[in-house]
């Protein structure tokens, strides 16, 4: 059967000593693989897992360093204030309608 999900992206299928297993790339950890409802404690194990090197992009933003003229760029979490926020579009819209 063609494996679909994305667990298996991080994950080995094995038999060993005649159990089915799936071996973990990241910490080698071997997980039980015989129900067929396997994935969800596979993806749990991912999310926990203090090996994994890879992180989940959905949540993070690029944004620069504090110190711009050094010109890096770096990947990390944004708490959006809505504050911050109404402050910028007025901002934004006192600049473009100076700029009329």
Known sequence: KKL???????????????KRKS???????ELGADSRNVTSHLREHIKRCPKRVT?????????TN????EGKMSIGNYAY??????????????????YL
Not at 4 to 18: A, L, Y
Not at 23 to 29: A, D, E, G, L, R
Not at 90 to 97: E, G, K, Q, V
């Open 81 to 98: 204030d809505p504050d911050v926020a109404r402050r910028e579009l007025a901002n934004m819209i006192i600049l473009s309608i100076h």
């Open 55 to 63: 992180k989940d992009l959905h949540q993070m933003v690029l944004t």
């Open 4 to 18: 679909t999900s994305e667990v298996w992206n991080h994950f080995e299928r094995k038999n060993i000593d005649g």
């Open 23 to 29: 071996i973990f790339h990241y910490c080698k950890k």
């Open 66 to 69: 504090k110190n711009k003229a």
